[in-house]
Nanobody, 123 residues
Framework: QVQLAESGGGSVQAGDSLTLSCAAT???????MAWFRQAPGKERIFVGG????????NYADSLSGRFGISRDNNKETLVLQMNNLKPEERAVYYC?????????????????WGQGTQVTVSS
């Protein structure tokens, strides 16, 4: 059984940076891992993902190179580095895991989810 736990969320000002981490247990070495975010009343949308063997990372087009994703298979950790945050990026950020090596952008393709971590960006 795979379990995911996000951490690192908080409240920042527009333009600030923030780093989120996702700790995995249950051997996710051969899983594709990804970050999604969900704003109040909105769908869960793809931020970016990376496969276990380095396919990716792939990012949502809207990010304009401001975010970076990395993973450490030995530590079973996925990291999201977010730079120049915008107020509209206020959301709960989730870590997801799926079988296969494609960082799919659809949330329904992911079998495992963490509980999420809140990111608030003030203008």
């Amino acid at each position: 059984q795979v379990q995911l736990a996000e951490s690192g969320g908080g409240s920042v000002q527009a333009g600030d940076s923030l780093t989120l981490s996702c700790a995995a247990t249950g051997s996710t070495v051969r899983y594709t891992m990804a970050w999604f975010r969900q704003a109040p009343g909105k769908e869960r949308i793809f931020v970016g993902g990376i496969s276990w063997d380095g396919n990716g990372p792939n990012y949502a087009d809207s990010l304009s190179g401001r975010f970076g994703i990395s993973r450490d298979n030995n530590k079973e950790t996925l990291v999201l580095q977010m730079n120049n945050l915008k107020p509209e990026e206020r959301a709960v950020y989730y870590c997801g895991g799926r079988n296969g090596r494609t960082p799919c952008p659809q949330a329904d393709d992911y079998r495992y989810w963490g509980q999420g971590t809140q990111v608030t960006v003030s203008s």
